[in-house]
């Protein structure tokens, strides 16, 4: 239900905007290799879904990311930073265990189970942006597991160069990056549930519709005044 995260994703359909549902699948929060199917009201292509791979929860694209990283002499970062249930810390801690095989550069993280098992196999970890980090306090805090943090998209410039010399005025061992094109998400990260409450797709488990993006009239019902 909108009440929980959801494990599950209903992919719209991108033929009819929407309206029809391509398909249903159990969803986790990484590993995945895509599929189409039709749509149940325009009998579209649809949009492309996603599922587990059943021979290696998706690792092998790993190996294969890195291999081009490597030939094209540019970094390889592996994003795991959705909320994570205790039925998937194996397959979790699997996927940094591939990570650190392949020496990939960096995970991006926001889930302290993989935060902490990244620190454990030694495995370098960069703090999401969706852990919402604001503050210099919550700088100092997060320093302690990571040499790189994505601070908050709802930071201004100023608020950004503030923190940035309290970290030098503090002798912190971090260093901060900033969104600047992307998916600059008007809500607050790694707290927005707008998704989930309409479309029971959370942006906290990787599925946002962006339903922040669209065109409404918002009503009054008292006054009827739009």
């Given at each position: 239900?909108?009440?929980?995260?959801?494990?599950?994703?209903?992919?719209?359909?991108?033929?009819?905007?929407?309206?029809?549902?391509?398909?249903?699948?159990r969803?986790?929060?990484?590993?995945?290799?895509?599929?189409?199917?039709?749509?149940?009201?325009?009998?579209?292509?649809g949009?492309?879904?996603?599922?587990?791979?059943?021979?290696?929860?998706?690792?092998?694209?790993?190996?294969?990311?890195?291999?081009?990283?490597?030939?094209?002499?540019?970094?390889?970062?592996?994003?795991?930073?959705?909320?994570?249930?205790?039925?998937?810390?194996?397959?979790?801690?699997?996927?940094?265990?591939?990570?650190?095989?392949?020496?990939?550069?960096?995970?991006i993280?926001?889930d302290?189970?993989?935060?902490?098992?990244?620190?454990?196999?030694?495995?370098?970890?960069?703090?999401?942006?969706?852990?919402?980090?604001?503050?210099?306090?919550?700088?100092?805090?997060?320093?302690?597991?990571?040499?790189?943090?994505?601070?908050a998209?709802?930071?201004?410039?100023?608020?950004?160069?503030?923190?940035?010399?309290?970290?030098?005025?503090?002798?912190?061992?971090v260093?901060?990056?900033?969104?600047?094109?992307?998916?600059?998400?008007?809500?607050?990260?790694?707290?927005?549930?707008?998704?989930?409450?309409?479309?029971?797709?959370?942006?906290?488990?990787?599925?946002?519709?962006?339903?922040?993006?669209?065109?409404?009239?918002?009503?009054?019902?008292?006054?009827?005044?739009?």
């Amino acid at each position: 239900g909108s009440g929980a995260e959801s494990e599950s994703d209903v992919v719209k359909c991108d033929n009819c905007e929407g309206l029809g549902v391509v398909r249903q699948e159990r969803r986790t929060a990484f590993g995945y290799f895509s599929t189409t199917g039709p749509c149940n009201k325009c009998e579209g292509s649809g949009e492309i879904i996603k599922h587990e791979c059943n021979e290696c929860d998706g690792t092998g694209l790993v190996k294969k990311i890195r291999k081009i990283t490597k030939e094209n002499n540019v970094k390889a970062y592996l994003t795991v930073n959705t909320v994570i249930y205790d039925k998937e810390i194996k397959q979790v801690q699997k996927i940094c265990d591939k990570a650190k095989e392949n020496n990939i550069d960096a995970i991006i993280a926001s889930d302290l189970a993989v935060i902490k098992y990244c620190n454990k196999i030694k495995q370098p970890v960069h703090i999401s942006t969706q852990c919402n980090i604001s503050n210099i306090e919550a700088v100092k805090f997060y320093s302690k597991y990571a040499k790189a943090i994505v601070l908050a998209r709802e930071l201004n410039l100023k608020q950004i160069t503030n923190i940035n010399n309290e970290i030098k005025k503090q002798n912190l061992k971090v260093k901060t990056e900033a969104f600047i094109h992307g998916a600059l998400c008007v809500a607050i990260s790694g707290k927005c549930y707008m998704s989930l409450a309409t479309y029971n797709t959370s942006a906290n488990r990787g599925a946002c519709l962006q339903p922040c993006r669209r065109q409404y009239k918002v009503t009054d019902l008292e006054t009827n005044k739009q």
